[in-house]
């Protein structure tokens, strides 16, 4: 096992970390610039990262022009706040049309500009800055970058169609329509942008990963996405990785065994990538000590003892209980990849299910859809939306319309946007629809749903109407009737879940914040694999588990004390 060590690392200049939120590329970023700048090094750091605890890690704050780190005297903090960014150009797109245009036009254009795609493409014309800016080349020997832009953005950023009147005038309701649209003065520092990326003498990807099933998964899509836009010179990193256990504890013994088969289960893609490991550690990555020890040593120690009355803990079984007595129809959980959301919706069935409601599963998991049907329960049917292909036979009804009015330039414009996050949940949409119709009948428990993006999205009467023209056109009494039903809190309840760390408390917090913009109210969160609630004897889980009270009391706070927490356990 390689363990990742930056000061035994050749690097070139621009270093980027990627990956998905809560893998610990923050983290790993942060602990990779104080190493090389204590090495010697001039080194910039600069966080893109919509969820950054910079400013908790280094214990101060900073700002989008560059902060001296005193204990580090060689490293200076850039900390942009893409969200801000999105903002601001979001704003400046619209404002001509500000007084000219109706209302409802405006809305949808402000809309068809807050997705994440927006938010990415907004920071990266921030840190575009810093990768063509000629003295900071000089000035650094080593520029970081928490945070990088996917394969999709930077796909998008190369195609011409991208630069041209054709996203301002299109009428086929692309869904990730206008990003770019503001920022044609800025294409040739886009282009240098994207050059020095690609060029493997300037630039090196660091791909970050847990050492799980689902993070896994993410990181080879990742890498793949990268390869197709040219940047080869991409390595792994699996953090987080348990490199002993004790044989007489048994939760680190099942810990140290889901992430080996985890390990030895990765893909031929991700065995070719130079990998290096992290060691799994106690503490949390605030302040210069733990981030100069994150890659070096582990302290089986608390620098401060809090406690937590666990006894209160509401548990799974009083959500349950909760969504029967107030008779919900419609249940989502809904989380970021590898929180263990389709496991609770596994357990929400069951649990109404045993109560003697009549319950519809469903899923876009594949692995999940087998685990549920092995454990039937009386009361409960099953299905599985096929996630890709439904979202191919979306694309391909797209591009053939596309075809009778496009050229090539437009057309690959179009075919980009079909990859999109968006594209891929407004293509289950219609299958999504009629599975929620069933609640007619039934409780209906779903563990994927659209975005509250997507769903303003297909609101506005723009392009909501061109989406359904350009898939079907015509609009089925489970479309026309799904917004009201989820916007109906006696009906619909989301259950947000997440784990007991910083980025995925800071996410689930936004994706609540997106929920309650598009009209959908929440009540009810969940916090999953929390080492606190295990009877774990080993010294070093009990120093984790002492990180994750801090969390647990943000989400008693953003939830109005309705949460349930719900113990690690080998299944995930």
Known sequence: M?????????YTQYIFFTGKGGVGKTSIACATAVNLADSGKKVLLISTDPASNLQDVFNMELNNKGT?????????????????????????????????????????????????????????????????DEDKRKGF?????????????????????????????????????????????????????????????????????????????EVERSSNELLETGIKSQHLIINGVLDNYDPNDAISKQLYDRQQKALNNRSQALLKLTTYFVPLRSYNMTGIDNIRNMLNVDKISVNEQKTIDTTNFKTIDTIIDDLYTAGKRVIFTMGKGGVGKTTIAGDIARGLAKKGVKVHLTTTDPANHLAFVETEVAGITVSHIDEKAVLAAYQKNVLDKARETMGDADLSYIEEDLRSPCTQEIAVFN????????????????????????????????????????????????????????????????IIVTLPET??????????????????????????????????????????????????????????????????????
């Open 431 to 494: 299958a999504f629809a009629e599975i929620v119709a069933k609640a007619d009948n039934e409780v209906v428990v779903i563990d994927t749903a659209p975005t509250g993006h997507t769903l303003l999205l297909l609101d506005s009467t723009q392009s909501y109407h061109k989406e359904v023209e350009r898939t079907q056109g015509n609009i089925t009494p489970a479309v026309q009737n799904l917004l009201p039903r989820l916007r109906n809190e006696k009906e619909t309840e989301v």
């Open 141 to 217: 020997d080593h520029i970081i970058f928490d945070t990088a832009p996917t394969g999709h953005t930077l796909r998008m950023l190369q195609l011409p169609s991208a630069w041209n009147t054709f996203i301002a005038e299109n009428t086929t309701g692309a869904s990730c329509l206008g990003q770019l649209s503001g920022l044609e003065d800025r294409k040739e520092v886009y282009k240098e942008a994207v050059r020095t990326l690609s060029d493997e003498t300037q630039t090196t990807m660091f791909l970050v990963s847990r050492p799980d099933e689902s993070p896994l998964a």
């Open 2 to 10: 390689k363990i990742y060590n930056p000061s035994t690392a050749n």
């Open 68 to 132: 001296q780190i005193k204990e580090v005297p060689n490293l200076t903090v850039v900390n942009l706040d893409p969200e801000q960014a999105a903002a601001e150009y979001r704003e400046s797109v619209i404002a001509p049309f500000r007084g000219k245009l109706p209302e409802s036009v405006i809305a949808n254009m402000e809309e068809q500009l807050s997705g994440s795609c927006t938010v990415e493409i907004a920071a990266f014309n921030e840190f575009s800055n810093f990768i063509t």
């Open 503 to 572: 980025t995925p408390v800071f996410e689930a917090q936004r994706l609540q914040q997106d929920l309650q913009r598009a009209g959908l109210k929440n009540k009810w969160w969940v916090v999953n694999s929390s080492l606190l609630l295990t009877d774990t004897n080993n010294p070093f889980l009990k120093a984790k588990a002492q990180s994750e009270i801090q969390w647990i009391e943000k989400v008693k706070e953003i939830s109005n004390d309705n949460f349930a927490v719900i113990a690690w356990s080998e299944k995930g």
